[in-house]
């Protein structure tokens, strides 16, 4: 296997002097190629910003990322990322087959071509048939799927989903992290997903990381070890799946990993800052 991803000492911080905020600190890891790798941390222990420092959609104060050996340094053509907020990363005046082409139009691919690859995608996620109509006519989870489709209509060499299913019912999750399972394997995609949710790292995943509270730093690198044919009702009943849960869970509430309590304690990141990044967040993430 080669190396997909590799980071080496990433570290954000958002502001400057007294509002200074470090998100992410020191984070070291390589993704294979193939893998479908979950991280998984508590809300807001820096999750979106290490996505978003892969991605190039904002430049890490300190480390560097690399993408089959090369420096990232804005977006890469070859990788796509899926958010959390489907409602709000689909363009509503532009109907499904539109929205999934949409990342084609800046490579030199013919009409015909364009249509042929969204239609393709679009039936890889179970959608096939809903091309002509708008986003908004669709359900969370199939708007979700959508979301997917166009991730993937450019074949990306890495795949960054930030809580893709967090916004959806539980059933739909279900069926949407079954997806994520078959279409990796299908396409041989390289997929790194970010979730708050243990089981839900667990049960994606062919390896788990799992973060410290903020600012992120790595508590433990797990090979989860369970069948490649997942079910979300046999799979997550088996002792394998309990016991790995419960392993994460602890590692989760670890000292190590609860240790920035202290710093923060010592006066980083007031409340009212706290407050005032969380609204930015949420415009940076349209
Ligand atoms: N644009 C920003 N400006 C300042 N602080 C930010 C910004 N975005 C996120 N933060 C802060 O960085 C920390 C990590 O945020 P985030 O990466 O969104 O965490 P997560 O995705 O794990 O919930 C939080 O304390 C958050 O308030
Ligand atoms: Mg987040």
């Known amino acids: 296997m080669s190396t997909m991803l590799e980071v080496s000492g ?31 941390g508590p809300s807001g222990c820096g999750k979106s910003t290490l996505l978003r420092c892969i991605s190039g959609l904002i430049e890490a104060t300190g480390g560097s990322v690399r993408l089959h050996g090369d420096e990232v340094s804005g977006v890469p053509d070859d990788l796509a990322v899926v958010f959390q907020d489907y409602s709000r990363s689909l363009f509503p005046w532009l109907t499904v087959a539109k929205n999934v082409e949409f990342p084609l139009r800046w490579q030199k ?6 249509t042929r690859r969204a239609a393709e995608v679009l039936e890889a996620v179970g959608l096939a048939g809903v091309g002509k109509k708008f986003p908004w006519q669709l359900s969370g989870g199939m708007q979700q799927r959508v979301s997917i489709a166009r991730a993937l209509v450019g074949r990306p ?11 959806v019912d539980a059933q739909t999750r279900g069926e949407l992290e079954d997806l994520t399972r078959t279409v990796q394997r299908d396409l041989g995609s390289t997929i790194l997903l970010v979730t708050h949710d243990i089981d839900e790292s667990v049960y994606l995943a062919d390896r788990v990381l799992v973060l410290s509270k903020s600012p992120a730093s790595i508590v433990a690198d797990l090979s989860i070890d369970l069948p490649a044919e997942r079910d979300q009702i046999t799979t997550r ?39 005032s990044a969380d609204s930015e967040l949420t415009t940076a993430d349209t």
């Open 237 to 275: 009943e088996s002792e394998r799946f309990v016991a790995l849960r419960g392993e994460v869970a602890r590692l989760l509430q670890s000292p190590r990993a609860q240790r920035t309590a202290e710093a923060e304690q010592a006066g980083e990141g007031s409340a009212d800052s706290a407050g």
């Open 157 to 167: 060499a890495l795949l960054l989903m930030d809580e893709p299913f967090a916004s």
């Open 10 to 40: 990433l570290t954000h911080q958002y502001g400057q002097g007294e509002r200074a905020h470090v998100a992410v600190q020191d984070l070291t890891f390589s993704i294979e190629a193939g893998q479908l790798a979950c991280i998984v």
């Open 109 to 114: 691919v013919s009409k015909a071509e364009r």
